[in-house]
T-cell receptor, first 116, second 112 residues
Framework: AQKVTQAQTEISVVEKEDVTLDCVYETRDTTYYLFWYKQPPSGELVFLIRRNSFDEQNEISGRYSWNFQKSTSSFNFTITASQVVDSAVYFC?????????????FGGGTRVLVKP | DAGVTQSPTHLIKTRGQQVTLRCSPKSGHDTVSWYQQALGQGPQFIFQYYEEEERQRGNFPDRFSGHQFPNYSSELNVNALLLGDSALYLCASSLPQEYTQYFGPGTRLTVL
């Protein structure tokens, strides 16, 4: 079985500060994908980034960056120079590569509040 | 390029009733998944449909059933509604070999 844990329930920052969201996952499978989704107050989950289990290279995309460490089963996500529009709930998710389907297992989410 | 659409947006039902929620996938996508999101929690996987068949199912009772049509759209049916079924129901679509799922705006179901 798979499990995703987001220990931070809520983070509050002032605009322009950096925000790092923690994610720890559990799976016995060796091939999997990790995701970050954003859920604004409107409710729709918005896909942000994806990383597969074979690629530990950390990347930066605009104001987003991520740190994938297989040795500690962590997939942390950073928003640089936060803006008020970044206020939302952020979910980390795991999908194991199986022929029978690719369900997403989500963490409990971290609410980010960016104050002006 | 149209994204995932869901209907209705909101729905109010009473205990014991039955409900049907609808989803149209993103253009070109043929795999549809359904998730239940209770207030303050992460989404929980209900089931996934591909080629009009249920391909994968989460830990939900048989009261939850679904269907996929030849045009890849999908329905989620819930029978004998319970108060605990009140939640945001999210539909997501993807390509079978593409692991990124794209979500619709959801249907908020309230059971009184």
């Amino acid at each position: 079985a798979q499990k995703v844990t987001q220990a931070q329930t809520e983070i509050s920052v002032v605009e322009k500060e950096d925000v790092t969201l923690d994610c720890v996952y559990e799976t016995r499978d060796t091939t999997y994908y990790l995701f970050w989704y954003k859920q604004p107050p409107s409710g729709e989950l918005v896909f942000l980034i994806r990383r597969n289990s074979f690629d530990e290279q950390n990347e930066i995309s605009g104001r987003y960056s991520w740190n994938f460490q297989k040795s500690t089963s962590s997939f942390n996500f950073t928003i640089t120079a936060s803006q008020v529009v970044d206020s939302a709930v952020y979910f980390c998710a795991l999908s194991v590569v199986k022929a029978a389907g690719n369900k997403l297992t989500f963490g409990g989410g971290t609410r980010v509040l960016v104050k002006p | 390029d149209a994204g995932v659409t869901q209907s209705p947006t909101h729905l109010i039902k009473t205990r014991g009733q039955q409900v049907t929620l609808r989803c149209s996938p993103k253009s070109g996508h043929d795999t549809v998944s359904w998730y239940q999101q209770a207030l303050g929690q992460g989404p929980q996987f209900i089931f996934q449909y591909y080629e009009e068949e249920e391909r994968q199912r989460g830990n939900f009772p048989d009261r939850f059933s679904g269907h996929q049509f030849p045009n890849y759209s999908s329905e989620l049916n819930v029978n004998a509604l319970l108060l605990g079924d009140s939640a945001l129901y999210l539909c997501a679509s993807s390509l079978p070999q593409e692991y990124t799922q794209y979500f619709g705006p959801g249907t908020r179901l309230t059971v009184l």
